[in-house]
Each structure stands twice: as structure tokens, then as C-alpha cells.
Nanobody, 116 residues
Framework: QVQLVESGGGLVQAGGSLTLSCVAS????????MGWYRQAPGKQRELVAA???????NYADSVKGRFTISRENAKNTVYLQMNSLKPEDTAVYSC??????????WGQGTQVTVSS
């Protein structure tokens, strides 16, 4: 069983920055793809950014150029650096560890609130 613990959320003014972290338990982190998702009230959960085990990344169009996903395998940690935050970035952000297309785990999520 894998546990994921997110941290780094909070309240920030528009234009500000936050860095989210997600620490995974166990020993499969380095061979797993990691993703950050978000869900705003009344909306479906959406993929924000993802990084494969070999470091390839992809981003939602809405965050390209503002957010950066990275991973540190030695610490079983994935990060999401968020810059130039906008009120529409307000959501609960959750990390996902995907071992295969059929096996994945989710964290509990961390709230990010961007005030205008």
C-alpha cells in the first residue's frame, strides 16, 4: 500500500507563488508516473501536470508557462511550483502515483486559494 501526503497549499494573492509537495511511502516511487490534479467547487477533477518515471512532463494548457512539475526520487517527492497564480487556480490539489494504467494511488489533497 502506498500513502501520499501533500503539503504546501494555502492562501495567496493573485500573482503570487506556491510550491506543493507530495511525499510517497514505499519503494515504487522511482518507477511510477506522478501527476498533480485539481478540483474546483462544482467542477470535475482535471489533470494539471504530470511527470513520467524518466522525467518527461506534460501540462494543462491553462497552466503552461506558469507551473512546473518536478520530482526528486531520492526523497520520494514530487513538486508543483506554481507561479503567477490566478483566482481560477483555486482548487483542491491532489497528487497521484500511477504504477500502471490500472494501479494508482491518491493523496488526500491540499487546498489552494488565490484571492483577487
Amino acid at each position: 500500500q502506498v500513502q501520499l501526503v501533500e503539503s504546501g497549499g494555502g492562501l495567496v494573492q493573485a500573482g503570487g507563488s506556491l510550491t506543493l509537495s507530495c511525499v510517497a511511502s514505499g519503494n515504487i516511487f522511482s518507477i511510477s508516473a506522478m501527476g498533480w490534479y485539481r478540483q474546483a467547487p462544482g467542477k470535475q477533477r482535471e489533470l494539471v501536470a504530470a511527470i513520467t518515471s524518466d522525467g518527461s512532463t506534460n501540462y494543462a494548457d491553462s497552466v503552461k508557462g506558469r507551473f512546473t512539475i518536478s520530482r526528486e526520487n531520492a526523497k520520494n517527492t514530487v513538486y508543483l511550483q506554481m507561479n503567477s497564480l490566478k483566482p481560477e487556480d483555486t482548487a483542491v490539489y491532489s497528487c497521484n502515483l500511477r504504477l500502471t494504467d490500472y494501479i494508482s494511488w491518491w493523496g488526500q489533497g491540499t487546498q489552494v486559494t488565490v484571492s483577487s
